[in-house]
């Protein structure tokens, strides 16, 4: 079925035996020659849209059609050519493909962006990270971010707890937009594992002349062939130019822009790491895990919840997380909500759900003994958190399928998530 057509414009199309990447001749009022391109689902059902061969694109009426002629057949993709034969001189880093942006392409012929390419052709696409380290590509997923699942998140923590001790490192091509949530459970689920993980991903296609795609992976295998220490990091441009890679740790970073190449930033400090002219420079000393031994513990439990308080907030919301394990509070400023909340949040806190307290400021921690409300707060058993909220959900998702207690847990600095 041609993407994202039905009704009487497919009927016309499947007419003239026409479909998405067929270049073809419209007769109606005029003649238009061009490529026919996907649409979006909830278009009208009575225009065909084409890609002119000026580049532009327009909209033809099927109501004055009055013949289509194909011109040329949409080409079949080229098949993949295997990746070179492994060098003894250069260290094996396993890529393992999740889909999102940075596994996605421009057809040109349709102008659509889809998540076309395997963890094969991602690297088939970038060549040059042939000639850094011996890539060996795994194809995992092909999911766009936003249906990034805990589940998935379970399948990606097996896959490298099976395979991390073969490889010097373990690149995770990832969609940007719930990067950040990943990278905090891989933290907690494969705490102390001596093999660096660096998750990496683009704003814009590989395909795409302005793509960071190369840039972010050839970054992530910089940092990795040159001994960056073990953890779970983010590598990403650091501003909009091609200079700097930054590498972030990955419990303390989140997406702060919707589409700049650099988007992700560490929160109340800096990147832990960067490559800088294929270079990597190392800002922080400290062990990432804190000395843990590697003791992989993976497992989820969906039932936390991330809360973010603002004037108004109906509390009769909060009766409704009655099963929840965890609920995590997004408060104002250090750390505080409104006081017509404390008697539901002490409800909550009688009946063993854990809560705790971020903050929704985007720097600067968590402090309850500063004002009274936070005090309060402090009294009915909520528990400050200093870490970004998007981690405090992940962690108490984490924390809430082990056996030992949740409150030990969340407040045990395990993976440098405490700012």
């Not at 689902?41 to 890609?51: G, M, R």
């Not at 409800?347 to 720097?363: A, K, L, N, P, Y």
Request: with cysteine.
């Amino acid at each position: 079925m041609p993407s994202g057509y039905d009704g009487r414009v497919l009927q016309t199309l499947d007419m003239h035996g026409a479909g998405v990447g067929d270049r073809v001749a419209i007769d109606s009022d005029i003649r238009y020659t061009g490529t026919i391109m996907p649409r979006y689902h909830h278009s009208d059902d009575s225009h065909i849209v084409l890609k002119l061969d000026s580049g532009y694109n327009v909209g033809v009426s099927i109501l004055g059609i009055t013949g289509i002629r194909i011109l040329e057949r949409r080409p079949a993709p080229p098949p993949s050519t295997p990746p070179p034969e492994p060098r003894g001189d250069l260290p094996d880093i396993l890529l393992v493909s999740t889909g999102g942006t940075i596994a996605s392409r421009i057809d040109y012929r349709t102008g659509a962006v889809t998540p076309a390419l395997d963890a094969a052709q991602l690297g088939e696409s970038m060549p040059e990270l042939y000639g850094m380290a011996n890539i060996r590509p795994l194809q995992l997923l092909s999911e766009y971010s936003e249906n990034i699942t805990p589940e998935h998140w379970l399948e990606m923590a097996h896959t490298i707890h099976e395979e991390h001790s073969k490889y010097a490192g373990i690149i995770l091509a990832h969609g940007t937009d719930t990067m950040h949530y990943t990278a905090a459970y891989l933290s907690f689920a494969l705490a102390g594992c001596d093999t660096p993980i660096v998750l990496t991903g683009s704003q814009r296609s590989s395909d795409r002349a302005s793509s960071d795609a190369a840039l972010n992976l050839a970054g992530a295998v910089s940092a990795i062939i040159q001994g960056i220490p073990r953890g779970v990091y983010i590598a990403m441009h650091h501003t909009q130019s091609d200079d700097t890679i930054s590498i972030h740790h990955g419990t303390r970073a989140r997406k702060s822009h919707a589409s700049a190449r650099g988007a992700f930033r560490t929160i109340n400090g800096e990147p832990a790491y960067m490559v800088s002219g294929g270079v990597l420079e190392r800002h922080s000393h400290k062990d990432y895990w804190n000395g843990i031994a590697y003791s992989p513990a993976i497992s989820v439990d969906r039932r936390a919840a991330l809360v973010k308080y603002h004037p108004g907030y109906d509390t009769a919301l909060l009766d409704h997380m009655s099963e929840c394990r965890a609920v995590i509070l997004e408060g104002t400023g250090l750390g505080h909500v409104g006081r017509e909340a404390y008697h539901t949040i002490q409800s909550m806190v009688r009946r063993g759900i854990f809560v705790g307290m971020t903050t929704q400021c985007i720097e600067g921690s968590v402090r309850m003994t500063v004002y009274e409300s936070g005090r309060d707060l402090l009294d009915i058993g909520v528990v400050p958190l200093r870490m970004v909220p998007e981690t405090a959900l992940v962690k108490a998702m984490w924390a809430a399928s082990r056996d030992t207690d949740i409150h030990d847990a969340m407040v045990s600095d395990m993976a440098s998530e405490m700012a």
